[in-house]
């Protein structure tokens, strides 16, 4: 996927088309790449899928959500990606329930989303949906639950 491979102008207009599904004042919340990955491609593709939609929606980016362990689960299997777990902590102490969406550029298995989601719980946050450009091809993917109910 181009946006993989570094192409800002794939996220610009991918971050475009996402805003249509935004509403004017939600909270965006970008999944954060490796910093390796960054380095490579020379920015975050979530972050600036959220960015541009944030401008476009009238939403509001917080970069909260930060790396704490493990690798990028680019090349790893099914079984290897759902046990990752523990992998982002919120920056925000406390987000005294507030809605959050999650930006994301390809999702695999959903894992990434789930622990995102499971650390924006842990600071008192809700996660009301999840936005990804796409999901990858050949996976059993099923929907995993990201709100705190």
């Known amino acids: 996927m181009a946006l993989k491979d570094g192409r800002k102008d794939v996220a610009r207009t991918m971050g475009l088309r996402l805003a249509s599904l935004i509403s004017a004042g939600a909270h965006l919340v970008p999944v954060p790449t490796t910093r390796t990955r960054k380095a490579v491609r020379g920015f975050d593709g979530a972050e600036l899928l959220a960015d541009v939609c944030a401008k476009a929606s009238g939403a509001v980016v917080h970069r909260i959500l930060a790396q ?16 990752a777990r523990g992998r982002f902590a919120c ?34 946050g809700r996660v009301h949906e999840a936005i990804v450009v796409a999901i990858a091809e050949g996976h059993d993917y099923r929907c995993p639950s990201t709100s705190s109910g």
């Open 68 to 83: 704490i362990s493990g690798d990028a689960q680019r090349g790893r299997g099914r079984r290897e990606r759902l046990a």
């Open 91 to 124: 920056r925000d102490g406390d987000l005294q329930g507030r809605e959050f969406v999650l930006v994301d550029d390809v999702m695999t298995t959903g894992s990434t989303l789930q622990d995102c989601a499971a650390a924006l719980r842990a600071a008192n």
